[in-house]
């Protein structure tokens, strides 16, 4: 079986966040990039538990982005990659993206294509979707557990107010979340090993852009916290209603 992974590259959750050139680009000035957690703790994670089950397996990694991800790539390889793939584009919108990796897809005739349920920077949940569509394909999203049995995939996911588990035959995408699988750490072996694997880099098929960023904009500051006696119910009451607004 052939498995595509697919890694992005975004800003560990303790990073600034500031932007540049009129609020239209991130301040990438002393950031610390990671895998995407969605990518790499339940993708990636549940398609080595999958290798490791047939040692037939194949993983392959595919990342949309310039030379500055290959140092996530690896690292992605460390934890079990067999080779990687990148498309040499950057962009930030969701339909080149997907495109570029249906592209990968297309020609790797892959079983199983692992997406994270979203990337924790532009938060859009839209990639795996996208590739499904692209290449015609069942999308089956949120999964929080993932079993095959043959070419046949048990899937749980949530849906609202519960949970959905769905059957549907090989090959299919399914965007990955908590549950699936349990974050691992590379050891030395991975790490060394990862330094020979191979990595393709591959120049992006032309795909008109559906979006573009007109502007960032960060949250507003918090206010300051008010004070109000216990006694005082009616000037709680005041302050909800008037100043906080929740009723």
Known sequence: MKILVCISK?????????????????????????????????ALVRAIELKEKDASTVIHLVTVGGADTEPIIRKALALGGDEAIRVNIDSSDSFTIASQIAEVAKSGCYDLIFTGKETIDYNGSSIGGMVAEL??????????????????ATINREIEGGEETCEVNLPVVVSCQKGMAEQRIPNMKGIMGARTKPLKVLEPAAVDALTSVASFELPPAKAGVKLVDAENVGELVRLLHEEAKVF
């Open 135 to 152: 290449l015609d394909m069942p999308y089956v999203s949120l999964a929080t557990k993932f079993d095959l049995n043959g070419t046949t």
């Open 10 to 42: 975004t800003p560990d959750t303790t990073a600034k966040i500031a932007f540049t050139d009129n609020n239209t680009k991130f301040a990438q000035d002393g950031v610390q990039w990671i895998i995407n957690p969605y990518d790499e703790w339940y």
